[in-house]
């Protein structure tokens, strides 16, 4: 599938919207307070894999021939501070793309921009819209700088900050600088945050609830509470918050190591939904001498947990590194983000200081994305999921290696060559390897 021109048209519109909204009355230089601004980003991401060998394949398998597909998103970020301490955010959104085998067949899906719900017409919605009123307790001040959903001025080292409202769950958790974003660094799902944390969101990847942050000099907590979508994966989120609902908190300590800044934080959540067990399906399927069905032994009130520790670390004046290993109990089925039970992840991003391009990047990353036990048997048996199934499961460990460069081409585009190199694709041994070539372009004002 390609871009199509209206698309095109209604980003390139949008985008000259944001830069004249961006340079109005209210734009922030550095060091003043902000009270509106504007930002705008526009994403093209093109991806293709050659075929590849796999004794069998299944309804849900990654197809292991050639594949090409897309996506494209464009968001704006308004904001503005209607009173002290308080801002309020709405980001407008369109979306439109074609993913490698309708999204199936991975753990770790090859690009964290296809939506669950796109297809190949522009669609149009509210991304975000949210308000988040902070209190200054004290402490040094510290000032923060105009970016996406994030209007400058100055904050108490010391404060409580509660975010209501729509936005995506890792807006708040586990907000790493160096892997979190496929828009501008790894474009692998794995990477985007821990790969077991099932987090409530849409298939467009948002949720509705609120969080509650407390900071204190270099130390922060923050919990909070979020909908769940009314059907794994689904768009239609469930407003039964006090029954259904993802929990999340998170204890966070930013530290020095030889002078040089980095953070580490750890991570529990716990999920309840109307959800499957697959011990339950298996056992099911047993008395029955069927294939184990996840669908046929969905119950009210289950509950998944999990917990993750991430690191990250500057180095030097041009690197950056990262790492983070989670497990979630595995009993379960996935319900909102990767078929991944446990994964330890690491990298590294460095910028083109080294060689005069200051405004480029190089990184280099790996993911080990594991199942549970019991998840394996149900997979071996036959049994499908929304993102796996290939019909039979000879078990390994999913092994991915990403590297990317991105050129700096002007002072607000840049232009990536990504290259992922997937072993296991679907932790099978009797498929794969698999090699998945992209090429991104990225505007933001």
């Known amino acids: 599938m390609r871009l199509s021109l209206s698309a095109v048209r209604a980003a390139l519109a949008t985008a000259a919207a944001a830069g004249m909204l961006v340079s109005a009355p209210g734009h922030a230089q550095s060091g003043a307070t902000q009270d509106m601004g504007a930002k705008f980003q526009a994403t093209y991401v093109w991806q293709s894999k050659p075929a590849f060998p796999a004794r069998?394949?299944?309804?849900?398998?990654?197809?292991?021939?050639?594949?090409?597909?897309?996506?494209?998103?464009?968001?704006?970020?308004l904001g503005i501070r209607p009173w002290a301490g308080g801002e309020l955010y709405v980001d407008p959104e369109v979306v439109q793309g074609a993913s490698l085998s309708h999204q199936q067949g991975l753990g770790g899906l090859t690009n964290g921009e296809n939506q669950k719900s796109s297809g190949s017409n522009p669609t149009p919605y509210v991304a975000r819209a949210f308000l988040r009123q902070t209190w200054n307790l004290g402490g040094?001040?510290?000032?923060?700088?105009?970016?996406?959903n994030?209007?400058?001025?100055?904050?108490?080292g010391r404060r409580l900050a509660l975010t209501v409202g729509k936005l995506?769950?890792?807006?708040?958790?586990?907000?790493?600088?160096?892997a979190a974003d496929p828009r501008t660094r790894f474009l692998n799902g794995s990477f985007l945050t821990h790969g077991s944390y099932d987090y409530a969101a849409d298939a467009r990847g948002y949720s509705v609830g609120a969080a509650l942050e407390w900071f204190h000099d270099d130390w922060a907590v923050r919990v909070?509470?979020?909908?769940?979508?009314?059907?794994?994966?689904?768009?239609?989120?469930?407003?039964?918050?006090?029954?259904?609902?993802?929990?999340q908190a998170e204890i966070e300590h930013k530290h020095r190591i030889q002078g040089q800044p980095g953070t580490l934080r750890l991570l529990v959540f716990?999920?309840?939904?109307?959800?499957?067990?697959?011990?339950?399906?298996?056992?099911?399927?047993?008395?029955t001498g069927s294939v184990p069905d996840i669908g046929a032994v969905r119950l009210d009130e289950q509950a998944k947990r999990g917990?993750?520790?991430?690191?990250?670390?500057?180095?030097?004046?041009?690197?950056?590194?990262?790492a983070r290993i989670n497990r979630a109990d595995g009993r379960t089925e996935t319900y909102a983000f990767a078929e991944i039970d446990n994964s330890l992840t690491g990298g590294a991003v460095i910028k083109g200081g080294r060689w005069s391009r200051p405004e480029d990047t190089v990184g280099l990353a790996f993911a080990r994305n594991g199942l549970s036990g019991v998840h394996r048997q149900y997979l071996a048996a036959g049994g499908l999921t929304s993102l796996l199934g290939d019909g039979a499961l000879n078990y390994r460990t999913e092994n991915i290696v990403e590297t990317y460069y991105s050129v700096a081409a002007g002072k607000h585009a840049f232009v990536t060559l990504d290259w992922q190199h997937i072993v296991h694709p679907g932790y099978n041994a009797d498929r794969g390897p698999v090699n998945v070539g992209s090429v991104r372009l990225h505007v933001e004002l």
């Open 270 to 287: 716990r999920n309840r939904a109307v959800m499957s067990r697959y011990q339950d399906a298996i056992t099911l399927a047993a008395d």
């Open 307 to 322: 917990a993750g520790i991430a690191l990250e670390q500057q180095v030097g004046m041009q690197a950056n590194v990262f």
């Open 168 to 178: 995506a769950v890792v807006d708040i958790f586990d907000r790493n600088e160096v």
């Open 56 to 77: 069998y394949t299944g309804p849900n398998s990654l197809a292991p021939w050639r594949e090409r597909g897309y996506s494209f998103s464009a968001t704006a970020f």
């Open 150 to 156: 994030q209007l400058a001025g100055a904050v108490a």
């Open 140 to 148: 040094e001040p510290e000032q923060v700088e105009s970016d996406q």
């Open 224 to 247: 909070g509470r979020f909908e769940q979508p009314q059907q794994p994966n689904g768009l239609a989120l469930d407003g039964r918050v006090g029954q259904h609902y993802g929990d």
